[in-house]
Nanobody, 123 residues
């Protein structure tokens, strides 16, 4: 069955870096859009970054220039490299599979979700 498993979260100081990984199984990975979302305490889940089948990417304005999404077609993983982390980046980070090739940051555009990995940015 379709599975998405996130890893790599943790506690980091402001200005630090983390690399999240989303491991996918149960579907032809290269044919799907994969998105990263996050949910901060007391806030709605929001889109962070998306990678498309052709390798093109999209980022939320709040993370542009700091986060980089990448895909490894051999390992069936999508990584999110997060640099210059800020306290407002704290949240539960999820990866999800897009329903269509045009999915961006609307959650209903995604059909399968992982369980999430916690990122905490604090001194």
């Amino acid at each position: 069955q379709v599975q998405l498993v996130e890893s790599g979260g943790g506690l980091v100081q402001p200005g630090g870096s983390l690399r999240l990984s989303c491991a996918a199984s149960g579907f032809t990975f290269s044919q799907y859009v994969i998105g990263w979302f996050r949910q901060a305490p007391g806030k709605e889940r929001e889109g962070v970054s998306v990678i498309y089948r052709d390798g093109s990417t999209n980022y939320a304005d709040s993370v542009k220039g700091r986060f980089t999404i990448s895909r490894d077609a051999v390992k069936n993983t999508v990584d999110l490299q997060m640099n210059s982390l800020k306290p407002e980046d704290t949240g539960l980070y999820y990866c999800a599979r897009g329903r269509s090739r045009y999915a961006i940051f609307t959650q209903t555009e995604y059909d399968y979700w992982g369980q999430g990995t916690q990122v905490t940015v604090s001194s």
